[in-house]
């Protein structure tokens, strides 16, 4: 089943990695979204150039200032987008800033888990907390049956490292404990979320990219950029009430959390 058309998608985390890839498929889509909201931490730094030059060729996309455990950041980028989409909702919002520091169950402080959880999680919950009325708006607004991306969407970027049940088949490989914890933590969040918005129906689901290499994920991973990319595009395009509140990979198989 087709999505609908998506008319405005905000990314977390998109000067770089997985997040840049994703505003640069949404804008080459042959029907591109009206405004692709790029959000970054720094975007006057030498990190975002990239971001920088795509904006000069693509007058739909926004590049905005958001630190998404800064809540002052979150409400202002919140209200830039609200003036942006000038009475319209907002169809997609992608969590996808993220940070995956070695951690170990021997080195692992309070501070390294509670600064991993903040990132992973509490980001993920003010942003969409911020952009909920906007979500809503775009969910309220459609006339489309169903939950889908061209409706309203929160797309969790998470990982299998979070789901409980997998860790068994890697846990030697990738004994990050911190980002794991965080990311079981997203997984739940995001089962909550499909659970308290269900009836504004915006679908909520969390999404696996695989091993990708970025600088997260490292050379050594399984995955181009690219290609983890173009199956989370096929992915979030045929998202449907099927996929609400689960996991799911770039390749569209449910995952069990
Ligand atoms: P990268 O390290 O390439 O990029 C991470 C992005 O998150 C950067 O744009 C970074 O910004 C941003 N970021 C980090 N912390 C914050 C913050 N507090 N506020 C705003 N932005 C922040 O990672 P990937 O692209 O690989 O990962 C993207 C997502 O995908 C993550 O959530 C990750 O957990 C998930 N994932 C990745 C996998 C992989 O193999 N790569 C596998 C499974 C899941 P800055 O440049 O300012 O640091």
């Given at each position: 089943m087709?999505s ?8 977390t985390?998109?000067n ?33 150039q ?8 693509h007058?739909n ?11 002052a ?12 989409l ?7 919002v992608?969590?996808?800033a993220?940070?995956m ?11 390294d ?9 509490v ?8 952009l909920?009325?906007?979500l809503?708006?775009?969910?309220h607004?459609?006339?489309q049956?169903g939950m889908?991306c061209?409706?309203?969407a ?6 299998v ?11 030697f490989?990738?004994p ?8 079981a ?7 909550c979320?499909s ?8 679908l909520c689901?969390?999404?696996?990219p ?15 950029v ?10 979030l ?5 099927k996929?609400?509140?689960v996991?799911?990979?770039?390749e569209?198989?449910?995952?069990p959390?």
């Amino acid at each position: 089943m087709a999505s609908g058309h998506i008319r405005s998608v905000l990314v977390t985390g998109s000067n770089r990695g997985i997040g840049l890839q994703l505003v640069k498929c949404f804008l080459e889509k042959p029907n591109p979204p009206q405004v692709v909201f790029a959000t970054c931490r720094d975007p006057e730094g030498a990190r975002a150039q990239e971001l920088r030059h795509l904006a000069s060729k693509h007058p739909n996309l926004a590049i905005l200032q958001l630190e998404t455990t800064d809540e002052a950041s979150v409400k202002a980028a919140a209200k830039k987008v609200e003036a942006r989409l000038g009475g319209a909702g907002l169809n997609v919002v992608i969590n996808n800033a993220g940070v995956m520091p070695p951690c170990t169950l021997e080195s692992a402080t309070a501070k390294d888990m509670l600064d991993v959880y903040t990132i992973n999680l509490v980001g993920p919950m003010l942003v969409t907390k911020e952009l909920l009325p906007l979500l809503k708006k775009a969910a309220h607004g459609s006339n489309q049956k169903g939950m889908s991306c061209g409706k309203a969407a929160i797309i969790n970027m998470s990982t299998v490292l979070g789901s409980i049940e997998k860790t068994p088949e890697h846990y030697f490989a990738f004994p990050v404990v911190s980002y794991r914890c965080s990311k079981a933590a997203l997984n739940m969040l995001t089962k909550c979320q499909s659970m308290g918005y269900k009836d504004d129906g915006i679908l909520c689901t969390a999404v696996h990219p695989g091993w990708v290499k970025t600088e997260l994920g490292s050379e050594q991973a399984d995955l181009t950029v690219e290609e983890s990319v173009s199956g989370i595009m096929k992915v979030l395009c045929n998202l449907s009430e099927k996929q609400h509140g689960v996991l799911v990979t770039w390749e569209g198989n449910v995952l069990p959390w």
